[in-house]
């Protein structure tokens, strides 16, 4: 993701509308693009066979853990990775890998990033990808197995914005994706001296949406995708 006039707009998982286009659906990856998104966010888990599960939570709706589920046992509007990227082709995808050590599912051996990147490798059509997670050991694992393959780090708080800028970068990291609070034109600069793109989420206010713009961030993450395209067709 380079820096040019406006941000890079991200659909946070897909364009969703709760009931017509639900969150991390295709219904909600397709809108995304219609309304002319540049990027989509979308989150992966794995199963319980080694597949994956787009979903944000660890849980479904109805309570089951993902990971104890086998892939054909999600109900038929979670999608895999596979079906995720071809409903997204033309648009580039950020993949965030969820793998906290405070999550129900959490995985140290980091094996989802390996899923991950055989999946952005087999897919058909070939989509451009960004893998972020606030575990650095699973993005580090991504970078390990696939260097060319952009990845980036999730934050929340910043107590030291330098020392997360510095340990990115250093550990060959593509972006900071911070959240919205934290970010200011100061960090923007930091991350940008170390050769790292700042993609903001999740950033739905108009006036915040023209003044990270100003601060020349790289993308922002938003739950309304289609407002800020208005906003930067008008400015």
Not at 27 to 39: K, Q
Not at 59 to 82: C, M, N, W, Y
Not at 137 to 149: G, K, W
Not at 215 to 224: E, H, K, L, R, S
Request: proline share 7%; aromatic share 4%.
């Amino acid at each position: 993701m380079s820096n040019r006039r406006n941000p890079l707009i991200i659909a946070h998982r897909g364009a969703a509308v709760p009931v017509s286009h639900p969150e991390n659906t295709i219904a909600a990856f397709r809108r995304a693009r219609s309304v002319a998104a540049d990027w989509v966010e979308l989150d992966v888990r794995r199963t319980a066979d080694g597949a994956t599960a787009i979903h944000h939570d660890a849980h479904l709706a109805d309570g089951r853990l993902i990971v104890t589920l086998e892939r054909k046992a999600l109900p038929p509007h979670v999608p895999d990775l596979a079906q995720a990227l071809a409903a997204c082709a033309g648009m580039g995808v950020n993949i965030e890998i969820k793998n906290l050590a405070i999550d129900p599912d959490y995985d140290p051996t980091q094996a989802l990033s390996q899923v991950v990147v055989d999946a952005v490798y087999r897919a058909d059509p070939p989509v451009s990808v960004l893998v972020s997670s606030f575990d650095i050991d699973a993005i580090d694992r991504v970078h390990d197995l696939a260097p060319s393959l952009p990845t980036a780090l999730l934050t929340f708080g910043l107590d030291d914005p330098t020392a997360v800028v510095d340990e990115c970068a250093s550990r060959g990291h593509r972006a900071l994706h911070p959240y919205d609070p934290t970010v200011d034109a100061a960090l923007v600069a930091a991350a940008h001296a170390r050769g790292l793109a700042v993609n903001v989420w999740t950033v739905d206010r108009p006036d915040r949406i023209v003044a990270l713009a100003a601060m020349g961030v790289d993308a922002i993450c938003t739950n309304v995708p289609d407002l800020a395209r208005r906003i930067f067709e008008t400015s």
